[in-house]
């Protein structure tokens, strides 16, 4: 499975962005899709979580009521809303696909699919 993330850009406080992460060579049925950020001289941290079946979803307390992720199992991708956007929010996301679709993982090693990042920065 290949995962290209895309959406990602220049906000100012406040505003909205919507990632996308699209997967090819394979599909998504069975997976657990996550977004991941990583700041500046910081690790990668736990963003969103959404399981391809059930649809049920986890967030991270920094980011939950404001961002929402979802899936189009058409189009085999996953998408990142995010909203009311904050400086502390800037940093480089990650899509990524864990194939054992375990239940709310939020660690960067359960995961075994990357997307390449997109950059959101956002300005005060």
């Known amino acids: 499975v290949q995962l290209q993330a895309s959406g990602g850009g220049v906000v100012q406080t406040g505003g909205s962005l919507r990632l996308s992460c699209a997967a090819s060579g394979g599909t998504l049925n069975s997976y657990g899709m996550g977004w991941f950020r990583q700041a500046p001289g910081e690790g990668r941290k736990f963003v969103a979580h959404i399981a391809w079946r059930s649809d049920s979803t986890y967030y991270a307390d920094s980011v939950k009521g404001r961002f929402t992720i979802s899936r189009d199992i058409a189009k085999n991708t996953v998408y990142l809303q995010m909203n009311s956007l904050k400086p502390e929010d800037t940093a480089v996301y990650f899509c990524?696909?864990?194939?054992?679709?375990?239940?709310?993982?939020?660690?960067?090693?359960?995961?075994?699919?990357w997307g390449q990042g997109t950059q959101v920065t956002v300005s005060s």
């Open positions: 990524a696909a864990d194939y054992r679709a375990t239940v709310m993982a939020t660690d960067p090693w359960e995961y075994d699919y």
